[in-house]
């Protein structure tokens, strides 16, 4: 996804992922990009490495159209600017002494962390989980790792598949007289979310374009099904109906259609995912209520200022 996948995986249902930190396996100087505040687009570049500023900041307003979760009726909308950091740094350093080398010596692998989160949903919004009195639909964050194979890559065109498997857990926190309290947090399983991309890069003068075309599925352990799709029996009483447990197995399959366009500092992007449940294993929950699934965004961002200082990098891990 060009956006990452804003939220795969911004939020985990947008199928994708991206990488705030990324272990590169080249064998030239390699750059990790350590990303601060909130996630920002990951883009594919030519097949090259390039000097780029050792530190920018950018400051972002996106527009972003998106359901709950996969199959939600309730679609959310909403503008977001924020701010971003970005480090190009020809090592990996980490305070907390974590990973600091190679995972591989191949010009086409690379091993690297990646995030996912979802935000918290009134349950006022939703009418299926409203009907049956269920609570609030609480976010989740997911970490984990992420395999990149890149078998093509030239000036003009990339192709990669990538696989994410994520440990993801909810934040169950509750609104008491304004003050948030947390409790524990929730054990919701994996989820591994495979995908292909191809890129293809267009430079004109000082303009650069790059379209993206993704497929990819999203798989998910019953825990994390159940957190979605599942009713309990207290619930189900309401209706009444016969209380749904979900079943481990594939979310959702997707087609995404991205493009960015580059100038100096200005950068902006647009992407159009659509995503299929027909297949879902869970396609007969009660809280499953469109088989049919869009999400979109548009995002302007412009570098307020770069670092003099240059640091070589390599084409695949450009922001």
């Known amino acids: 996804m060009t956006f990452p996948r804003f939220v795969s995986e911004y939020f985990p249902f947008t199928a994708g992922a991206f990488s705030a930190v990324r272990i590169s396996s080249r064998k030239t100087i390699n750059r990790v990009s350590i990303i601060l505040g909130f996630p920002v687009l990951v883009m594919s570049m030519p097949a090259h490495a390039e000097e780029v500023p050792l530190w920018l900041i950018d400051g972002s307003i996106s527009a972003i159209s998106l359901p709950a979760y996969p199959g939600s009726g309730y679609t ?101 007289d ?22 293809r890069f267009i430079q004109h003068d000082d303009v650069r374009h790059e379209i993206d075309f993704e497929v990819g599925s999203r798989f998910a352990t019953q825990q994390n099904m159940n957190f979605f799709y599942g009713v309990e029996p207290q619930y189900a009483a309401v209706i009444p109906e016969t209380p749904y447990v979900a079943e481990e197995g594939l979310v959702n399959n997707w087609v995404e259609l991205g493009w960015v366009r580059k100038r100096d500092r200005w950068r902006f992007s647009v992407s159009v995912e659509y995503q299929d449940l027909h297949d879902a294993k869970n396609v007969d929950s009660p809280l499953l209520e469109e088989k049919d699934s869009w999400f979109g965004f548009m995002i302007l961002t412009y570098t307020f200022a770069q670092s003099d200082l240059l640091v070589e990098q390599d084409s695949e891990f450009k922001q």
Do not use: C
Not at 109 to 124: E, M, R, Y
Not at 182 to 197: C, E, Q
């Open 76 to 176: 959310r909308n909403f503008i977001v600017p924020f701010p971003n950091f970005r480090l190009n740094s020809p090592y990996l350093q980490s305070s907390g002494g974590g990973v600091n080398a190679r995972l591989f010596n191949s010009e086409k692998l690379d091993l690297g962390l990646t995030f996912g989160a979802s935000i918290p949903t009134k349950t006022k919004y939703l009418d299926v989980r409203k009907d049956r009195d269920m609570p609030d639909l609480d976010p989740t964050i997911e970490v984990g790792l992420g395999l990149r194979y890149i078998p093509m890559k030239t000036d003009r065109w990339e192709l990669k598949s990538q696989f994410p498997l994520r440990k993801a857990t909810g934040i169950d926190y509750k609104d008491q």
């Open 178 to 199: 304004k003050m948030w309290k947390m409790h524990k947090p929730l054990d919701l399983g994996w989820t591994f979310s495979p995908r292909v991309t191809l890129t």
